[in-house]
């Protein structure tokens, strides 16, 4: 099995089948300097340490109308603040040469979900050398997903992580088969269960997409009791007033306690 780690000393993060669980959390979306710092010590302050997640750019809204952040210049400047602070930072990419102007700037590049069959920028990403959490498609098989860390691999680059958010089922909706962790475990890289994403309802709202965070809770802790590497929730104090994918966020006073639900199971698990 491939460990991953990234941070240093008393920030470090590990990503393994059989260490314990990892956090990746923050915003959908960069709102403002101050909001990402703040959330970002919050987090800390609540949860020890952690991988903070926050998007420059959210090229895939429901809407052209919709807040997509502070774009690509402004948006890295802003996370390499979080970095100075001593917290990892994870951001997503969406074109191939964005890969080479981000990577200096965090620690994670993420592939998202859409985009998980995108070989170039794939490639790309593999080519910084930072660590590549590939989020897997709604339309993609748990084992056929093993074909896209193939083509990071093909870099030289194993920093993979695997991260699972749902499967299409009908229209606006998802559904979370557990069979997918164990299944995508196979590959050997460490596997991530996306809690918050999981639970939204994709463009349920017409201009933008809803859901259902009543279940975080419930599918987090199904999906740690599986087995895995780490658990990515987007989280903010007041979901309501997000201004991308507030909807399916988890609370932010409600991070700590499912947390503390989290480690507890995956202490019985990886006894």
């Known amino acids: 099995m491939i460990t991953v780690s990234v941070g240093q000393g008393d920030a470090s993060v590990i990503f393994s089948q059989t260490s314990p669980l990892a956090l990746i959390a923050g915003p959908c979306v960069i709102e403002s300097e101050e909001h990402v710092l703040w959330i970002a010590r919050e987090i800390r302050k609540q949860v020890g340490a952690f991988v903070f ?19 690509l210049a402004e948006g890295v400047r802003i996370l390499g ?8 930072v994870l951001t997503d990419i969406h074109e191939a040469w964005q890969a ?88 050997g890289y460490p596997v991530i269960f996306d809690a918050t994403h999981s639970v939204q309802l994709p463009g349920s709202a017409g201009t ?3 859901g259902q965070p009543q279940f975080i809770g419930p ?36 991070l700590p306690g499912l947390i503390e639900d989290l480690r507890a199971i995956d202490a019985v698990i990886k006894h």
């Open 53 to 71: 997640k926050a998007s420059f750019d959210k090229a895939n809204r429901s809407s052209v109308r919709s807040y997509r952040g502070p774009g």
């Open 81 to 88: 603040e979080v970095r100075k602070l001593g917290i990892p």
């Open 100 to 187: 080479e102007k981000v990577a200096p700037h965090v620690d994670i590049l993420q592939i998202p979900a859409f985009l998980c069959r995108q070989t170039d920028l794939l490639v790309e990403a593999g080519k910084t050398g930072r660590v590549v959490n590939i989020k897997k498609g709604q339309f993609v098989s748990p084992k056929d997903f093993a074909n896209a860390a193939e083509k990071v691999e093909t870099t030289g680059n194993h920093r993979i992580l695997l991260t699972e958010r749902g499967s299409s089922f009908g229209y606006n909706n998802l559904v979370v088969d557990m069979r997918s962790l164990a299944i995508m475990a196979e590959t």
């Open 208 to 210: 933008a997409s809803g």
């Open 219 to 254: 599918l987090s802790r199904a999906a740690t009791a599986v087995g895995i590497a780490g658990v990515f929730i987007e989280t903010h104090e007041q979901p309501e007033l997000a201004l991308s994918d507030g909807a399916n966020a988890l609370r932010l006073s409600l």
